[in-house]
């Protein structure tokens, strides 16, 4: 099956730039969603389809994917996105939706 | 307003039976595929199963395949998940989670707030 592969976790200072990435085969043929879940609530999805933002996200979310690797990148990093971030694709071999493992954004 | 409300977790003895369901309100239900996604303690999301807006096309995930079953009730605006042979492993949060997209580019676009399924005797 299908496997993404997410860093356990990424820090970043206020007001700088953070990276998130999600390795997967040829990830760059397939459409990455990212999803970001505070601690006792439900994942919320902030970019679908590798970089589009569902109305209500900030512009400072965005998104890439090429190769074997998609990246959500955060900019001027607030301490309100402290999260866990998930990466997200259908794996039309297995017929199965596939998360990453997840990552953990802290705010220094 | 989408809001997508679970019910029916609880505790559970390994090898009995749960059924979830998840109350759909503020849009279309019957235009939309569905899904349920679960999250152990502590750990990441996985998808377990979706059922498409007629129900004419279901999928799970291997980990619960052929002990768990989607369906849903258009009539009703609901979706279910009857679960068997339950197994310590299948203790997590179950979210309801409502499609958008569609093929190969779907993502769950509104998430309800879980319902906690814990198995243990």
């Known amino acids: 099956s299908y496997v993404l592969t997410q860093p356990p976790s990424v820090s970043v200072a206020p007001g700088q730039t953070a990276r998130i990435t999600c390795g997967g085969n040829?990830?760059?043929?397939?459409?990455v969603h990212w999803y970001q879940q505070k601690p006792g609530q439900a994942p919320v999805l902030v970019v679908y389809?590798?970089?589009d933002r569902p109305s209500g996200i900030p512009e400072r979310f965005s998104g890439s994917n090429s190769g074997n690797t998609a990246t959500l990148t955060i900019s001027r990093v607030e301490a309100g996105d402290e999260a866990d971030y998930y990466c997200?694709?259908?794996?039309?071999?297995?017929?199965?939706?596939?998360f990453g493992g997840g990552t953990k954004l802290t705010v220094l | 307003e989408v809001q997508l409300v679970e019910s029916g977790g609880g505790l559970v003895q390994p090898g009995r039976s749960l059924r979830l369901s998840c109350a759909a309100s503020?849009?279309?239900?019957?235009?939309?595929?569905m899904h349920w996604v679960r999250q152990a303690p502590g750990k990441g999301l996985e998808w377990v199963s979706g059922?498409?807006?007629?129900?004419?096309?279901?999928g799970y995930a291997d980990s619960v395949k052929g002990r768990f079953t989607i369906s849903r009730d258009n009539a009703k605006n609901s979706l279910y998940l009857q679960m068997n042979s339950l197994r310590a492993e299948d203790t997590a949060l179950y979210y309801c989670?409502?499609?958008?997209?569609?093929?190969?580019?779907?993502?769950?676009?509104?998430w309800g707030q879980g319902t906690l399924v814990t198995v243990s005797s």
């Open positions: 989670a409502k499609e958008s997209g569609g093929g190969r580019g779907a993502y769950f676009d509104y």
């Open positions: 040829n990830i760059g043929s397939k459409s």
């Open positions: 389809d590798d970089s």
């Open positions: 059922i498409s807006w007629n129900s004419g096309s279901i």
């Open positions: 997200q694709v259908w794996d039309s071999s297995s017929e199965n939706w596939v």
């Open positions: 503020g849009f279309t239900f019957d235009d939309y595929a």
